[in-house]
């Protein structure tokens, strides 16, 4: 079977589905890395890409974006970014693949048993729902910029940027 587009599975409907002790056949998340960077220094700046409709985001949109923008910071700010992606796709996509092309008439069950086998994870993001976020420095703030814009292409949903200082934390 091919691929889907992703506009298929971006409107939130039905009920949640995210319980995999009740199914069978998950497949593996395909987001590699949560946290890159250095985990270790505290920065000045927050920067987060955040959706401006409510949508699922299939995690290999995320991780698209993920890559995107860690391989803009790792060129103009190695080793003084913090990435972080915020939401992890719980739900569960189905898909009910149906036989198609020629002669499919005679092995096709048309729509009995049409629950749908998993097939996708996604994240439900609600509007101004913060997917990956960006520490770093002042001087690499138009590179952390330009990583989040070339992220956004990467997801199906119409984003923003957030910029905000953090204060530094007590000693």
């Not at 955040?50 to 890559?67: C, I, P």
């Not at 700010?77 to 020629?102: C, D, F, S, T, W």
């Amino acid at each position: 079977m091919t691929r889907k587009p992703a506009r298929m599975w971006r409107e939130i409907e039905g009920q949640v589905y995210t319980r995999t002790e009740y199914m069978g056949g998950i497949p593996v998340c395909r987001v590699t890395q949560f946290d890159t960077g250095n985990l270790r220094e505290h920065f000045p700046l927050r920067l987060s890409l955040a959706g401006e409709e409510a949508a699922q985001v299939r995690d290999t949109s995320l991780e698209a974006a993920r890559v995107s923008a860690v391989r803009v910071l790792e060129k103009a700010a190695p080793n003084q970014y913090h990435l972080k992606v915020r939401k992890y796709p719980h739900q569960i996509l189905r898909e009910h693949k149906m036989a198609m092309g020629a002669g499919a008439d005679r092995i096709s069950s048309g729509m009995r048993g049409a629950f749908g086998k998993p097939v996708w994870h996604a994240v439900r993001a609600q509007i101004g729902a913060e997917l990956i976020t960006v520490s770093t420095t002042e001087e690499h703030l138009e590179a952390a910029k330009e990583a989040l814009r070339k992220a956004s292409h990467k997801i199906g949903v119409p984003t923003r940027v957030i910029v905000r200082h953090v204060p530094l934390p007590p000693a």
